[in-house]
């Protein structure tokens, strides 16, 4: 088995604030996912990653950077902190396009 | 543009009645559908998954029906059950290398004793 561990669990901000969020798996998973989870609204993908030093936007980029330093982490950075913005930042990996996605528990974050 | 619509966006049933969840797509090209369950404060955790050659999918009290024709399918959770209140995410991928996921917005089932 494995785990992703996302930190941190609760992220406060400022407006125009750069905020990031790291995300760690040791499933050994080739590919990397950052989505948005807003209420109401599902998931939303953001970037992923199919192997280190790899980026590939989702549908919800703007205003997002990412970097997948190696294989187990990759992390996700809010250029700047929209107010009143709040959602849950979900990361997950994977071994392959049929395989299950695992997802870590999340980060909320709250821009004040 | 929505391309993986699930409704009803909540349900409530009575305990050991059988839940019916709706989904359908537009991408002919999706052959790979996941049905993802995430409870409060956690991830979405997977917890069923038909690819578009089969009509048919069990496992235990859940079940995937799919229409390859209509582009829809349904997930039946039989003889539901407290534990199963949570939000369930329908899902669509094409297989290949590019391992992405598009899912719709989730139905939260609530389930009465």
């Known amino acids: 088995g494995g785990i992703i561990t996302q930190t941190p669990k609760f992220l406060i901000g400022q407006e125009g604030q750069k905020l990031t969020l790291k995300c760690q798996q040791n499933f050994n998973h080739d590919t990397m996912y950052w989505y948005r989870q807003d209420s109401g609204k599902g998931l939303r993908l953001i970037y992923y990653s199919i192997t280190e030093n790899d980026l590939q936007k989702g549908d919800l980029s703007e205003g997002y950077d990412a970097s997948r330093e190696k294989k187990s982490s990759f992390s996700l950075t809010v250029t700047s902190a929209q107010k009143n913005e709040m959602a849950v930042f979900l990361c997950?990996?994977?071994?392959?396009?049929?395989?299950?996605?695992?997802f870590g528990p999340g980060t909320r974050l709250t821009v004040l | 543009q929505q391309q993986v619509r699930q409704s009803p966006q909540s349900l409530t049933v009575w305990e050991g009645e059988t839940a019916i969840l709706n989904c359908s797509y537009e991408?002919?090209?999706?052959?790979?559908f996941p049905w993802y369950q995430q409870f409060p404060g956690e991830g979405p955790a997977l917890l069923i998954s038909i690819l578009s050659v089969s009509n048919k999918k069990e496992d235990g009290r859940f079940t995937i029906f799919f229409n390859k024709r209509e582009k829809k399918l349904s997930l039946h959770i039989a003889d539901s059950q407290p534990g199963d209140s949570a939000t369930y995410f329908c899902a669509a991928g094409i297989g290949g290398s590019n391992a992405k996921l598009t899912f719709g917005k989730g139905t939260k089932l609530s389930v009465k004793s």
């Open positions: 997950a990996s994977t071994q392959g396009a049929r395989a299950e996605q695992f």
């Open positions: 991408n002919s090209a999706f052959d790979y």
